[in-house]
């Protein structure tokens, strides 16, 4: 029963309501769906026709999606405060930009070691041979 419902969930979170009340709203639908059908069977309604009459009176995902959209406190934070959101999110991506190439480094530490390695005894042998030669020069 609950893919009955994905395409109202899909809508209402496109819409920015929460995903936690979107999840309960699922839910709940699904266990009062499988309530009205237990109620349409009682009253003698077959399998089929009893899903039919248990779906109408539930009513239509467009209207169940339009009064939940209409309710502001079911509203995510971030689309009920756009621009809070972004302000934050901007501050975020800002306060950790810093912090990157420090997270790249501990995470190739093998690497930048090598690479570190190889510049040290590249700086060590060029050093020596421009020594050397230094020292032709003076010798002549």
């Given at each position: 029963?609950?893919?009955?419902?994905e395409?109202?969930r899909?809508?209402?979170?496109?819409?920015?309501v929460?995903?936690?009340?979107?999840?309960?709203?699922?839910?709940?639908?699904?266990?009062?769906?499988?309530?009205?059908?237990?109620?349409?069977l009682?009253?003698?309604?077959?399998?089929?026709?009893?899903e039919r009459v248990?779906?109408?009176?539930?009513?239509?995902?467009?209207?169940?999606?339009?009064?939940?959209?209409?309710?502001?406190?079911?509203l995510?934070?971030?689309t009920?405060?756009?621009?809070?959101?972004?302000c934050?999110?901007?501050?975020?991506?800002i306060g950790?930009?810093?912090?990157?190439?420090?997270?790249?480094?501990?995470e190739?530490?093998?690497?930048l070691?090598?690479?570190g390695?190889?510049?040290?005894?590249?700086?060590?042998?060029?050093?020596?041979?421009?020594?050397?030669?230094?020292?032709?020069i003076?010798?002549?």
């Amino acid at each position: 029963m609950p893919e009955q419902f994905e395409a109202l969930r899909l809508e209402l979170l496109r819409s920015g309501v929460s995903p936690l009340y979107v999840e309960r709203t699922v839910t709940e639908l699904t266990a009062h769906l499988a309530d009205l059908e237990s109620a349409a069977l009682a009253a003698g309604f077959a399998g089929a026709e009893a899903e039919r009459v248990a779906r109408a009176t539930l009513g239509d995902d467009r209207a169940i999606a339009a009064a939940i959209c209409g309710l502001p406190e079911l509203l995510a934070w971030s689309t009920r405060y756009p621009r809070a959101a972004y302000c934050l999110q901007s501050a975020a991506t800002i306060g950790t930009l810093p912090g990157l190439p420090l997270v790249y480094c501990i995470e190739h530490r093998p690497e930048l070691v090598r690479w570190g390695a190889a510049l040290g005894i590249a700086v060590t042998i060029v050093g020596s041979m421009m020594a050397a030669l230094n020292s032709l020069i003076v010798l002549v």
